[in-house]
């Protein structure tokens, strides 16, 4: 969602951060990280794993919401979510320029 | 993070040292048999995830809950989690986990198995269990047909949908199994698609406290058989189907909630009633009978 300005509590609201662990090995490449991420945080790799399957790489590093929908969706248990220190968004994340020109 | 023991040694939202990094399930699972041999979008392995999770929202203790699955790919999960769990024969699930059940009441006793060996081979068992109000939990992982042995039609396989043994289509009318369990007697029926996972697990810890026979069937895709033979696509392309037929209500009567193939799937929890369970009517009715003389089974003063 996109605000066209910036909130006025903009210093006082904490977004929740996590960070994404892959084992690239056990994946078997079935794509529900990526496409059922709400910040498409992740997009799959142009490589191939030891088995020969593309594996989820992290697009955009501190996107991540710490929602661990990743970690509960993934089939081979080779993502999960540790919760890291959560932040204060930055305003460029949350207005969208395109709409205010 | 565990000990050599499987033990969980710290919460999960801690952050560890990187050279300690582990998955956070790993505590529950025999990681030494992964990768598991499901094939690349199945969905098992997102309830197996589920029924974990589950387990730790209801904070049941490790050592009294035990898993019993039967023969097919979900009976797999059995041997892949880190707990007191059986890998029974082709439709025995139910009677070896009712067996465990009333030889020590104070185990929490879960049947994780497919449709094939709920519905097909172990469908007396498993009425009768529900009939009996037994205290156990049965997570049914409902793919639509025999996929270990090749595609066989089975008794979920949906009209017209394609099977090895139905090249033309099936003909035969499916079973709607929430109505045959509420029907039977089960105090708990819920429905869910292995990409409804955050309910799936909520579902799955609710019914884990409740003593009784709770029931929750979980449709999970099939890539290799049932989406293959019948042109489907990945389990991707099925998850997205089920995002968008999937309606979910739980006021829904369990008689019109039929699955039809690639028709809309109702979902949600259709029974939650309390009900005393079989051990509860034994102890109570024999107690009315025998007076002084009755002693009560513990699952310690057997001899």
Known sequence: MAYWRVPLDIKKVEVPHGN????????????????????????????FNRKGYHYPVVLKQGACVNCNLCEMICPDFSIFVMEGKPRNPEADEIIDRKDNQ | MSNSKGQILSNKLEIPKSDELKHPMEGYLREERFPHIWCSTCGIGTVLTGFITGLQKSGLDREKVAVVSGIGCSGRAAGYLRLDSFHSTHGRAIPFATGLALGNPELKVVVISGDGDIAAI?????????????????????????????????????????????????????????????????????????????????????????????????????????ARRNRLGSGLDLMKFYHDSAIIDHNADTRDIDIGYQDRITIGKFVDKDKPTFLENKDNFLKKKLGDKFIQYTGQNWE
Not at chain 2, 132 to 138: G, I
Not at chain 2, 182 to 207: D, F, K, M, P, Q
């Open chain 2, 122 to 226: 172990g469908g007396n068992h498993f009425i009768h269990a529900a009939r009996r109000n037994m205290n156990l939990t049965v997570i049914c992982i409902n793919n639509f047909n025999y996929a270990m042995t090749g595609g066989q039609a089975g008794p979920t396989t949906p009209e017209e949908a394609n099977a090895s043994t139905a090249p033309f289509g099936c003909y035969e009318y499916p079973f709607n199994l929430p109505f045959l369990a509420e029907s039977s007697g089960a105090i708990y029926v819920a429905r869910w698609t292995s990409l409804h996972i955050r309910r799936v697990s909520n579902s799955i810890s609710e019914a884990l406290l409740k003593p009784g026979f709770s029931f929750i069937e979980v449709i999970a895709p099939c890539p290799t058989l049932y």
């Open chain 1, 20 to 47: 994404v662990h892959i084992d690239k090995e056990q994946c078997k490449g079935c794509k529900f990280c990526v496409e059922y991420c709400p910040r498409d945080v992740l997009e799959m790799s142009a490589e």
